[in-house]
Nanobody, 124 residues
Framework: EVQLVQSGGGLVQPGGSLRLSCVGS????????MGWFRRPPGKASELVAA????????YYTDAVKGRFTITRDNDLNTLYLEMNDLRPEDTALYSC?????????????????WGQGTQVTVTS
C-alpha cells in the first residue's frame, strides 16, 4: 500500500520559514516524481512545486519562485518543501503527492497518491 506521511507546517508570522516533509512507503520512491500541492481557503488546489525522480529538474509556480525550494532524499524516501519569506497568501492546506513516473507533470491528475495534508497558516 502506498503511503505518504507528512510532517511540518503550523502557524508562522509573515517573513518566517517552515519546512514540510513527506515520507513515502509502499513503492519505489526513487522511481517517481513528486509534487507539493496547496489549497487555500475557499480556492482550488494548485501545484506549488514538483521534482523529477532523480532531482535533475524541478518546477515552481510563479508565486513561490525564489522563496520555496523542493528537494528529495531518495535514501530516506523523503520529500521536502523549504518555505521562506512566507506571506499571508501562502496560507493553505499543503499536500505531497507521488507522480506516475520519473518525470513530473503539471497536471494534477498525474499524481494518484496523496499525503494527509498539513495546514500552513501565515498571520501576524
Amino acid at each position: 500500500e502506498v503511503q505518504l506521511v507528512q510532517s511540518g507546517g503550523g502557524l508562522v508570522q509573515p517573513g518566517g520559514s517552515l519546512r514540510l516533509s513527506c515520507v513515502g512507503s509502499g513503492f519505489n520512491f526513487d522511481d517517481y516524481a513528486m509534487g507539493w500541492f496547496r489549497r487555500p481557503p475557499g480556492k482550488a488546489s494548485e501545484l506549488v512545486a514538483a521534482i523529477n525522480s532523480n532531482a535533475d529538474n524541478s518546477y515552481y509556480t510563479d508565486a513561490v519562485k525564489g522563496r520555496f525550494t523542493i528537494t528529495r532524499d531518495n535514501d530516506l524516501n523523503t520529500l521536502y518543501l523549504e518555505m521562506n519569506d512566507l506571506r499571508p497568501e501562502d496560507t493553505a492546506l499543503y499536500s505531497c503527492a507521488s507522480g506516475q513516473g520519473p518525470l513530473f507533470s503539471l497536471a494534477p491528475h498525474s499524481y494518484p497518491n496523496w499525503g494527509q495534508g498539513t495546514q500552513v497558516t501565515v498571520t501576524s
